[in-house]
């Protein structure tokens, strides 16, 4: 008598083994989805931030290399000195001014002008009184508890931005570990945290005063 094919279903070990490999593939699926996601959320910010660059540099252009406003108090006729009614005309239509990244934020536009970019009344400095524009931060994120469209660095104990000071009001992890920024000649870049500590540390790189 010719005995059938054996059948035999599979041994626990063999469904251990098959759970927590799916379940690894399963990680890595939701990681990979996840990081693409968080860098294109992490690019549509620096264009949104490359938008105001070239708005900025229109407007210094048009008034005399002037830096717009940014000012809580308004112009004699009633309009807002905010650099967002100042740009408003070089922005176009379709700015948004909001990172992706953060979409429940309470602020109505959530990137932060650096207020010492500004006269005490809040006029826009001259562009040339920045000594290097390529490393001077004019545009950051705003914390999640913050609304202003502007930062008040120029109330830091002694004039001396500490990264603590500078970290209450800037999200410097939006992205991950780091944050995008914009600079006083135009590009906009992502930093890490570790870096923006070093450059607010050093008084060689001019990152937060001009």
Known sequence: MIAGPRHHGFTLIEILVATAIMALLTMIAIAAVGGGLDRAQSTKCLQSMRQVGAAMQMHAGDNNGRLPSSSHLRAADGSSLSWTSTLSAYLGTNFLGRC????????????????????????????????APNNTMVLGELATNQTSEHFHFRGASRGVVTPSFFRSMVNVECHGRGANYLFADGHAE???????QTRLMSSATPFIQP
């Open 100 to 131: 992706p990244a953060v979409p429940d934020h309470r602020s109505r536009i959530t990137y932060g002008w650096n207020d010492l970019l500004t006269e005490t009344n809040g006029a826009g400095i001259p562009l040339a009184r920045c000594r």
């Open 190 to 196: 992502n930093l890490a945290w570790s870096d923006v």
